[in-house]
């Protein structure tokens, strides 16, 4: 059985091919900065049975998830905003924002990855041009 990427590059590069490399970095350094806290809400709302923090913060990284092509997260929000959205957090939502944990630990390992590897393309492209 195939395992899903982390990340569908892509995405990634339609991405830069329509917002060009700088603003991509922009996007991901805000992805980087703001999406702890949507993972702390749906944590703190798991253990507090907060099911409409829950669904909100699955539904906003769910969002992001899709911009980047990250493949894995994606989906798993998606589950865990369906599973909250009933007003009651199952064992079957405690488990999915488990899963969405672990799969965020790697969305944001392949985000700061593609970071990395935009970063000469900026370089690259701000130089001045030789005459």
């Keep these: 059985m195939p395992t899903t990427p982390v990340l569908n590059p892509q995405v990634v590069q339609e991405l830069v091919d329509s917002l060009e ?3 991509v970095i922009e996007l991901v350094n805000t992805f980087l900065e703001d999406s702890p806290q949507l993972v702390d809400q749906i944590h703190q709302g798991i253990q507090g049975n907060e099911t ?3 669904h909100r913060a699955a539904h906003t990284l769910k969002s992001l998830s899709k911009t ?3 493949e894995q997260l994606g989906p798993l929000c998606q589950e ?4 909250s959205a009933h007003g009651e957090l199952s064992e079957g939502a405690k488990s999915a924002a488990k899963d969405t944990e672990t799969a965020y630990r790697h969305a944001r390992q392949a985000l700061a990855d ?3 590897e935009l970063v000469p393309v900026t370089a690259h492209s701000s130089r001045p041009r030789e005459s």
């Design 68 to 70: 980047f092509g990250l």
């Design 80 to 83: 865990l905003e369906k599973l």
């Design 21 to 23: 490399a700088p603003f």
């Design 52 to 54: 409409e923090q829950v």
């Design 114 to 116: 593609i970071r990395q």
